[in-house]
């Protein structure tokens, strides 16, 4: 059950609005100066200030070759710092989803079921949306939670374990493009979880998805990535090669 939580992970990298009132924290975060914004957000000492901290984490974490153990507890604690600052703050309830997310993908499936990281992702997500139910990336998330729980453990499993559904997860990705249609990290992942669920079903969804990343604005350094990430699956998607296509999908999602 570690695959629908990792793919969280790039979402919360995205947004851009929800910091605006912080610049010079959240400007070092979207020039891609994740050290510097790490301490800067530290320094702000409230909810704001340690989530923007997580969220540079997270990006170092993603961008690394190798799991980082050590950054993604950094991370784990820097959201529930938030959270014990602030409650009512969905970004941060969506990085700790996402901090969880990646500790499952290295302690591994049975560890983190025995643990209940799922649960948890799933209750912080769900906290998240109550705190704002048009986070477009907390949607997106969601949308994503739903789609991955029935790849890996079918739609009767999934549905039964956790009330997950694959039409659950189309509605809420098709929800955060409303609330922010210019969102290339959500877009991305929504090609994402399609093209790990069912590439040939769901190809048309796709290919719009990766255009609508490739050609969107990007206002973080971390969109650049993503961009470059989608412009590289959409070759592999163009070519109908399906073993690089799926070779991305699974790198990108966060696996070796």
């Known amino acids: 059950m570690t695959r629908f939580l990792i793919i969280l992970a790039a979402l919360v990298l995205s947004s851009v609005s929800a910091f605006a009132a912080n610049p010079p924290a959240f400007d070092l975060y979207l020039a891609g100066k994740y050290d510097e914004a790490i301490s ?7 909810a704001p200030g340690f989530t923007i901290a997580c969220r540079a984490v997270m990006a170092q974490a993603m961008m690394k070759d190798k799991p980082c153990p050590k950054c993604l507890k950094r991370a784990e604690k820097l959201a529930r710092d938030a959270i014990a600052a602030d409650p ?9 989803a996402v901090s969880l997310g990646y500790e499952a993908r290295i302690v591994g499936p049975v560890f983190a079921k025995l ?18 139910p048009n986070n477009a990336w907390a949607l997106g998330a969601s ?21 997950a559904s694959v039409q659950d997860g189309l509605d809420e990705f098709a929800r955060a493009f409303r609330v922010a249609s210019d969102n290339v990290v959500v877009r991305y992942q929504y090609a994402l979880s399609l ?19 490739v ?5 973080s350094a971390y969109d650049r990535y993503t961009q470059s990430q989608a412009r590289e699956l959409e070759a592999a998607l163009d070519k109908n090669d399906t073993g690089a296509f799926n070779r991305i999908v699974k790198r990108d999602q966060g696996y070796p």
């Open 40 to 46: 800067a957000g530290v320094a702000m000492n409230n």
């Open 88 to 96: 009512k703050l969905s970004d941060a309830h969506v990085l700790l």
């Open 115 to 132: 643990n209940d990281y799922p649960e948890e992702a799933k209750s912080e997500l769900d906290l998240a949306l109550k705190s704002n």
């Open 143 to 163: 949308g994503g939670w739903n789609i991955e729980i029935v790849r890996t453990g079918g739609e009767r499993l999934g549905y039964w374990l956790y009330g």
């Open 195 to 213: 093209g790990g669920y069912d590439r040939a079903k769901y190809r048309k969804e796709i290919a719009d998805a990766l255009a609508h990343c």
């Open 215 to 219: 050609k969107g604005k990007a206002y």
